[in-house]
């Protein structure tokens, strides 16, 4: 049987046709039969893209073969099979992540200007040993219900959307003299996320380079991170080692979990942490649309929002 992998990289760089890296990423996705998503705008690439593993040696080469993503961190897993990534989307938007502030960032060939500092996960370790760090969730708080650094800030953010929002709203404004490590799957949405703290007058921010993933490799379960790593695909979140731990709890009967489902009602993007029994006894459906709206179970698979 094949072996599948996935690759995950972002980069922030100026790109003066993104037009014109999308044709040649669709195409060269396409010839190697790859699924995934990938976006390009004018500051760079954010992409997740899965396939047969020679396959995805083969789009890797070729990507790096371009001198601006020469560079790139790639971040390799183990993927299941073809049903990982059922489509391949490749878009030119105007933010690399939604976070709808587009300009709050600028990019130049070494990336995100005034960002927080990139720690490596051993670095973090030793931040960790000498500093009193708060770590801060980056993600979308379902996703942090099914995994998080030991006492981590989960924001309450249902997309990146409401960043902006949270973090002008005074409940962190403790945080602004305190060392904050940002965190997220990737690295990417810290880069952001990091920068647009700084801007709003945090005074100490780090950024956890090379994300939870780059973690996971480092240190699997043996460390501060606990639980499962919710993912932008199929397999919906992945472990470090058998010794993960389960935090999450059904939404329904509050038995322990690391399951992600979507709501199945069709408008809805919430992702709810569900057993293994109440995903089998019941379609699921958040608590703002209870049973007897709108549902369509089956169809939900593929809504989740593309980030990284
Ligand atoms: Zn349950
Ligand atoms: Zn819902």
Known sequence: ?????????YCFT???DPEALRLWQRDLCESLGL???????KDGINATVGGELRNVKKYW???????????????????????????LRVRVR??????????????DEHGVVGGGSPLTPEALHELVATK??????????WEAQIGRFSEAVVPTVRTSHDFVKELENGKYDHLKDEPVVTYC??????????AMMITRGFREV????????RYGETFGDQGLWEGALSVFDNRKAVTFSPEAAVIGRCFRCDSASSRLENCTHLECRRQLVVCDGCAVADVPLCDAHPSGAQSAAGVSASRSIPEG
């Open 94 to 107: 105007e933010e690399l992540v939604g976070f709808g502030a587009p300009g709050e960032i600028a990019v």
């Open 14 to 16: 100026p790109l003066s």
């Open 132 to 141: 009193d760090v708060t770590f801060f969730d980056a993600r979308n708080s």
């Open 206 to 213: 780090y950024q956890l380079a090379g994300g939870i993933v």
């Open 35 to 41: 699924g995934g998503r990938i976006i390009l705008s």
């Open 185 to 194: 799957t990737g690295g990417v949405r810290c880069e952001i996320l990091s």
């Open 61 to 87: 080469r070729k990507t790096k073969e371009y001198e601006p993503f020469s560079q790139v961190d790639f971040k390799w897993s183990d993927g299941t099979g073809p049903e990982d990534f059922p489509g």
């Open 1 to 9: 049987m094949a072996d599948y992998k996935v690759l995950l990289f």
